[in-house]
């Protein structure tokens, strides 16, 4: 009997490649278990996932410094297994995504290296890449913003644009995919704040707004996002740290909940979970933190529901798992599996 209570998950890590770094879990979103499953070696630094739920394939950046790779994953009968894989022609990619039509696939490196695109085969494999753009820039940060450091790339639902946050530059790009040919186009940039060093972004369900997680000033931008011309213009911003902290931290994931109320944003040094109220102007109230169950929280996830977060904890090798209230805050449970190094948390379809 199908049991609908039980999430497939996927998670990457920092691993080698003679290790399991991608690693199938299994969820109860009744009781909050969470167990690992079959497991994938053969790829270096699997840090960032990407789940193509029709087909049931998996694709990982191989997060490397002498020249990243892009990996392409089936499963079988015996679980995953690689399918084959293409060069991403820059150091440490770090972040990528599929089209909605199914076709491509977009990532960026973190150094030195462009943003790319590859076709998607019918076998599921990846062919060679398509595209490459390249950022130009810097920003006030002398040890962290000496040049381009592209971090994350969102497709903005229901269109063919996609948001580059550049870390490096203080900058959101928007582009536009030519789902023919696979080419992108640049249509316009937002400056962020000197020194914000933009990382990842979440979108509202329902409202015209996206949430900016600045790794580098530890801060959540509210931007109002235009999806027909892909502009963004700023409305708010608030720290994610509590008054009084003065320790060392840089922020990691942003997210929505499902539902649109809550805001969640991850602490790396603080090891929290910031969480945030959605005003219905879709502007943030800060809530309150909650100890994210280890340390550096590179990656979160919040299980369908609305019930879960999941919360990957780097250095701790070990994804917590924490129970959301009805008022949208989050509570460390004694729930817990332990993974080396475990930095992306993906649903991996149900089962």
């Not at 039980?6 to 920092?14: D, P």
């Not at 590179?298 to 019930?307: A, S, T």
Request: net charge negative; glycine share 10%.
């Amino acid at each position: 009997m199908h049991d609908t209570n039980r999430i497939r998950l996927v998670s990457g890590s920092y691993n080698s490649a003679d290790n399991e770094g991608i690693r199938s879990l299994a969820f109860n979103a009744e009781t909050g278990a969470l167990s690992v499953e079959e497991g994938l070696a053969g790829v270096e630094n699997p840090s960032f996932l990407a789940y193509a739920e029709e087909a049931d394939r998996l694709f990982a950046v191989s997060e490397t410094a002498d020249g990243g790779a892009v990996v392409a994953i089936g499963r079988g009968a015996a679980g995953w297994s690689e399918t084959n894989r293409q060069p991403t022609f820059g150091d440490y990619p770090c972040h990528l995504t599929i089209d909605a039509s199914g076709n491509w696939l977009l990532l960026v490196n973190y150094e030195g290296g462009p943003i790319c695109v590859y076709p998607i085969q019918e076998d599921g494999s990846l062919g060679p890449i398509s595209d490459t753009v390249a950022h130009e820039g810097s920003s006030v940060n002398a040890e962290r913003q000496k040049c381009p450091h592209p971090h994350a790339i969102y497709p903005i639902p229901h269109t063919d644009l996609y948001l580059v946050n550049d870390l490096g530059t203080d900058t959101i790009y928007t582009y536009k995919l030519d789902r023919a040919n696979g080419k992108l186009m640049l249509l316009r940039q937002m400056k962020a704040a000197p020194g914000a060093g933009p990382r990842h972004l979440a979108f509202h369900p329902s409202l015209p707004f996206v949430y900016v997680i600045e790794e580098l000033a530890n801060a959540v931008s509210v931007l109002e996002l235009d999806r027909a011309a892909g502009s963004l213009s700023h409305r708010q911003t608030l720290p994610t740290l509590p008054p009084g902290f003065t320790g060392s931290n840089t922020c990691a994931e942003v997210a929505v909940s499902e539902d649109g109320r809550y805001v969640y944003g991850s602490n790396r040094g603080h090891d929290s979970i910031a969480s945030f109220r959605v005003g219905e102007d879709g502007l943030l109230e800060p809530i309150g933190h909650t100890p994210s169950g280890g340390q550096t929280p590179r990656h979160f996830l919040l299980v369908p529901g609305g019930r879960w977060l999941l919360a990957a904890n780097q250095d701790s090798d070990r994804i917590a798992v924490l129970s959301i209230g009805e008022d949208g805050y989050p509570s460390l449970t004694d729930r817990f599996c332990e993974l080396t190094k475990p930095v992306c948390i993906r649903l991996g379809g149900n089962s």
